[in-house]
């Protein structure tokens, strides 16, 4: 998937590679709005979605794993259902978490200059 970036100034949506570059050695001045020129800083992830994305690897993961081998013996059908029960919540609260703080997130911040 591309990522595309919108520019904050002139509304102009552009890639990394459509991304204007005034000079690719300081990083202020590598990644601008090819409309404007507006040179931009890439942000990582907020702090709170890595934050959510290991607990719910964690929630998810490390019970599976743990139960991986009952589930090829003779683990009881509740156990089964229940996890499957903790999967599905997990995904589902993780889905709407990520849409409501993506939505919002923008992945680059003007470079004050
Ligand atoms: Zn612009």
């Not at 890639?15 to 090819?34: I, L, M, Q, S, V």
Request: hydrophobic content about 35%; glycine content about 6%; charged content about 20%.
């Amino acid at each position: 998937m591309v990522t595309k970036y919108k520019c904050s100034e002139c509304h102009t949506e552009f890639t990394d590679h459509e991304a204007y570059c005034e000079n690719w050695r300081e990083p202020d001045k590598k990644f601008g709005c090819p409309g404007c020129k507006t040179m931009f800083r890439k942000k990582d992830f907020p702090l709170s979605y890595k934050w959510a994305s290991t607990i719910y690897l964690f929630g998810v993961v490390s019970p599976s794993v743990s139960l991986g081998p009952d589930i090829a013996g003779e683990s009881s059908l509740t156990t089964l259902v229940l996890l499957g029960m903790q999967i599905l919540s997990s995904t589902a609260i993780f889905a709407l978490y990520s849409k409501a703080v993506l939505s919002k997130y923008s992945p680059i911040e003007r470079v004050s200059s």
